[in-house]
């Protein structure tokens, strides 16, 4: 048995205490200063409010001020389960703290700004701990994997031998743990699905018609086009292109256009709200990690674009997703410019 560390009390980071619970370790569920009532629920009853099921017997929940108290010399993974904007909060609290032969890895999802160019979370993490850091990502509903449905992911470090202790500490029947070595590629696929499911949920926004019909075409056009943008960004920065077609790209891809917060953005952009009033009305209060991508990278994609380290003729609905979200404009899908950019790939098949 080994002691794990989970920062961040959310569904994610609470729902993949259910496989490290499974799988025999001790769990330290330490919320941030803002899953106070969250922490407090699980002490009282053990349920997760959000999640709406039982957390694992092996889970000690912590507040954040007792971070010290969790965060023995025995832990020997921490798992940052906060969201984007979270991750500099909980990188200053770690910080200093991490002797001995420690890993991080990331449930989080995102990219940043670094020279004019984006780099992913994994990288920045590393440097500022001074330990190896790593990330899971693929099609994993939080939800789901909370009840032991069946779920196939990706651990990514830059080297194997971090992947195979975190397969060790983790792998049971129900969580299927893949190892790559591509963390920039499956870091800027899990990142780039929730920001282009933005733009497929607008697809899926039309009511079915009298007859019934639904919109699938309009949404099957766009998942394609995403899938096309998608391995354009991840070849220019870095990525190895297989990876773009595994889990952590078509199959991420594919699970969060089934819904979740992106996908209803999206349908609320397609239905011709603006970003500000979906998040003034509809889904206000609402973390959704592809708008904040969007507003976080979106200046510097266009300029990477303008730059000639992106080309634009190949990223119109990148392009159209950003001006909606950051520029708070309406979503324009630009269909005459995505079938002319279909020759741009050897005609778009």
């Known amino acids: 048995m080994a002691v794990v560390l989970i920062l961040g009390a959310g569904v994610m980071g609470t729902a993949f205490a259910t496989p490290l619970g499974d799988a025999g370790n001790e769990v330290r569920l330490v919320g941030t200063h803002l899953d106070a009532e969250i922490i407090e629920r699980i002490r009282a009853d053990g349920v997760h409010p959000r999640l709406r099921t039982r957390v694992h017997e092996r889970v000690r929940a912590y507040h954040h001020h007792e971070l010290d108290l969790a ?69 994993c509903i939080a939800q789901e994997l909370a009840v032991r449905r069946v779920s196939a992911v990706v651990c990514t470090f830059a080297r194997p031998e971090p992947i195979a202790v975190v397969r060790r500490l983790v792998e049971v029947p129900y969580y299927l743990v893949r190892g790559s070595t591509d963390r920039t590629g499956v870091e800027v696929c899990a990142a780039a699905k929730n920001f282009f499911t933005v733009g497929i949920g607008a697809g899926n926004a039309p009511e079915p018609a009298a007859s019934g019909a639904a919109a699938f075409n309009h949404a099957a056009a ?75 990278v979106g200046p510097t994609l266009l300029s990477m674009m303008a730059d000639g380290a992106l080309s634009a003729a190949r990223l119109p609905l990148a392009r159209a997703i950003v001006e909606a979200i950051a520029a708070d404009r309406p979503l324009d899908i630009p269909w005459a410019a995505l079938h002319r950019q279909a020759e741009l790939y050897g005609g778009g098949a």
């Open 71 to 139: 965060l023995g010399d025995e832990v020997v993974l921490i798992v940052l389960g906060v969201s984007s904007p979270g991750v500099p909060w909980a990188v200053e609290r770690l910080r200093g703290r991490l002797p001995g032969a420690r890993l991080v890895l990331l449930l989080t999802k995102g990219l940043e700004t670094h020279s004019g160019t984006l780099r992913t979370f994994p990288e920045p993490v590393e440097e500022a701990l001074g330990v190896p850091c790593g990330a899971i990502a693929g099609p």
């Open 222 to 296: 766009l998942f394609a086009q995403a899938m096309l943008e998608m391995a354009d960004l991840n070849a220019a920065l870095g990525g190895r292109p297989e990876t773009v077609h595994g889990l952590a790209g078509v199959g991420d891809l594919y699970v969060t256009v089934q819904g979740g917060r992106n996908s209803r953005l999206g349908r609320h952009l397609g239905a011709g709200l603006r970003y500000s009033e979906v998040m003034a009305g509809p889904m206000a209060g609402e973390t959704v990690e592809g708008a904040l991508l969007a507003q976080e």
